[in-house]
């Protein structure tokens, strides 16, 4: 016999267990209630919800990936999720007053209980939802921080602001007379500007001073204007089969006049075969070769350097005039300062979304002989908490240690961090900060050695449940402490290229002090020599797309992840 929605004689009306049964599965409730019709709609609905559910789960996790990074499909997510979240509650609730209705009076299990228990059911079907919208605003928040989907401010407004933050006008760099190239490819050493045995630098072997090249710069790569066209498609606009980001972390804090980039990694990826090159830049080398549209743009601070260098050697200094003929055309202080120095430049550099790390990344990619597509910048602060987003930093640590280090933010205690013996250990944001930062009884490439394992350490640490479980934490970390240039457009390709690599199959190498800068000038400091540094950089290159090659790059590390 049909139902047509008549109470069933006998039957108690039972509207909790009606509302619970939609709870698991909308209009499983109004079936129990005898509305089929309505019961077969909410059905539609749910299958139709599970069905899309099932489809973007069948296109795998990078398909997922590439899709939501992108805030219109977010958007859109959180869209359909408050209709699935109307269409829920509905159920629920309509569900429980079909029962009411179709069996009125007092029957058992009703009542607050009920009542109460509805309350619990619904509680349970909104916390969902909640989160997920919570979790996309986050994510839509950092995303877009992270990355350039806009037009900048006016320059006369950037250059206001600066100018009302204590900068003079000098402060704002010297105007370029070169307009933007548009090639996009750089070339790196040619053989012909190489000394005749420059296959002896790849194998690092120490060579006689007369065979070494001076330090000007004999290359001057092409630099593209990224931001000019934003929306070209990635493997489009670098027009070759490689990708290269610096990632700067800058170390500012209490007692520190101006930030530094006390780290500066440059990653480089094949995009065809998936293989990766961490190039490891010390902080202390100086005399960095400068791109030519401002290569004389510190020729003041370069002369200081050379009186202070002759007042020490006892000799006479050199006269202002004609000085410039005498310049190395190079930046005098240590590399880390290359940011502090240009941060306000934007009248050099005045598309770029940060002019201090814009300048460090053309200064790198000079150097460095391989042009630098994008770059993010982290300060210590944002380390930190990024550290204790995740829950802390578990980690092998062999070596001993006893230091103490000021905090990374006004206010805050001092960190001390004390290894008695090899072990494991759990470390929190300030004292993982303190434990990468230490030089004690050590040496600055060592140091950049521990920074590379720590940050492999803690990137094989991260895992879908502790992302899911802490990701508003994560995400303000990174949006608070962040800056980059790469555009929003470039966002799906990237998360893609970064699904291919193997955090346990990445070659990293290490510039510093004594091979890649063998002179000290007067105040002891190393001075970087380029050509070395171009070498290794064309030959690590070529090594890590072999087995052999890699296995030869692949670095020991002291800090491993917990056992």
Not at 77 to 84: E, F, I, K
Not at 257 to 279: C, E, P, Q
């Amino acid at each position: 016999m049909i139902n047509l929605g008549l109470p069933e004689a006998g039957r108690r009306g039972r509207p909790a267990l009606a509302a619970f049964l939609s709870t698991v599965l909308p209009g499983a409730g109004q079936w129990y209630a005898g509305r089929r019709r309505r019961s077969l709609l909410l059905l539609a609905v749910a299958g139709a919800g599970l069905g899309a559910t099932i489809w973007f789960a069948a296109r795998g996790a990078v398909y997922l990936l590439r899709t939501f990074v992108q805030p219109r499909w977010l958007w859109a997510l959180l869209a359909v999720n408050l209709v699935v979240l109307a269409v829920r509650v509905f159920a629920v609730a309509d569900a429980y007053a079909l029962e009411r209705r179709l069996y009125p009076g007092a029957q058992p299990g009703r009542g607050w209980p009920a009542r109460a228990f509805l309350v619990l059911l619904l509680a349970a079907v909104v916390v969902p939802h909640a989160v997920l919208f919570d979790y996309g605003l986050e994510a839509i928040d950092t995303i877009e921080a992270l990355t350039v989907s806009g037009e900048l401010p006016p320059l006369e407004e950037r250059e206001q602001a600066l100018l009302d933050q204590g900068f003079t006008e000098g402060d704002l760099g010297p105007t370029t007379t070169t307009a933007p190239p548009t090639t996009t490819t750089i070339p790196l050493i040619t053989p012909s500007t190489l000394p005749p045995n420059a296959s002896q630098w790849a194998k690092e072997r120490w060579l006689p001073e007369d065979d070494l090249h001076p330090v000007r710069p004999v290359i001057v790569p092409a630099e593209p204007a990224f931001y000019n066209a934003p929306f070209v498609p990635l493997h489009e606009r670098l027009d070759r089969d490689r990708l290269t980001i610096l990632l700067a972390g800058g170390d500012a804090g209490p007692g520190r006049w101006s930030l530094r980039t006390d780290v500066m990694i440059v990653a480089t990826i094949n995009l065809d075969t998936g293989k990766a090159v961490l190039f490891s830049i010390s902080r202390d080398m100086v005399y960095a070769p400068l791109p030519e549209d401002w290569d004389d743009a510190f020729l003041q601070e370069e002369y200081e350097e050379a009186v202070a260098a002759a007042e020490k050697e006892g000799v006479e200094p050199p006269a202002w005039e004609g000085f410039k003929e005498l310049s190395c055309k190079c930046f005098p202080d240590r590399m880390n300062a290359i940011w502090t120095y240009t941060q306000a430049w934007v009248r050099t550099f005045p598309e770029a979304v940060d002019p201090g790390m814009e300048a460090l990344r053309q200064a790198l990619s000079l150097l460095l002989g391989l042009r630098i597509d994008y770059y993010v910048l982290v300060d210590m602060a944002g380390f930190v908490d990024l550290v204790d987003a995740l829950g802390g930093l578990d980690i092998y640590i062999t070596e001993t240690m006893d230091v103490g280090f000021s905090p990374a933010r006004e206010g805050e205690d001092p960190v001390r961090v004390t290894i008695a013996e090899p072990g494991t250990y759990h470390l929190d944001g300030h004292q993982a900060l303190a434990f990468v930062r230490n030089r004690t009884g050590t040496s600055d490439s060592y140091r950049m050695q521990r920074q590379r394992c720590t940050l492999r350490a803690l990137a094989a640490q991260i895992d879908a449940v502790t992302v899911a479980l802490r990701f508003p934490q994560i995400a303000r970390a990174v949006r608070e402490s962040a800056i980059s240039n790469i555009p929003l457009s470039f966002l799906p390709d990237l998360v893609e290229y970064a699904t291919t690599l193997d955090l346990n199959d990445i070659a990293t190498v290490a510039f510093g002090y004594p091979y890649y800068a063998h002179d000290l000038n007067f105040r002891n400091l190393p001075i970087v020599d380029p050509e070395r540094i171009r070498l290794k950089v064309r030959s690590a290159l070529e090594a890590v797309e072999t087995v052999a090659g890699t296995a030869d790059l692949t670095e020991e590390c002291n800090v491993l992840p917990a056992r």
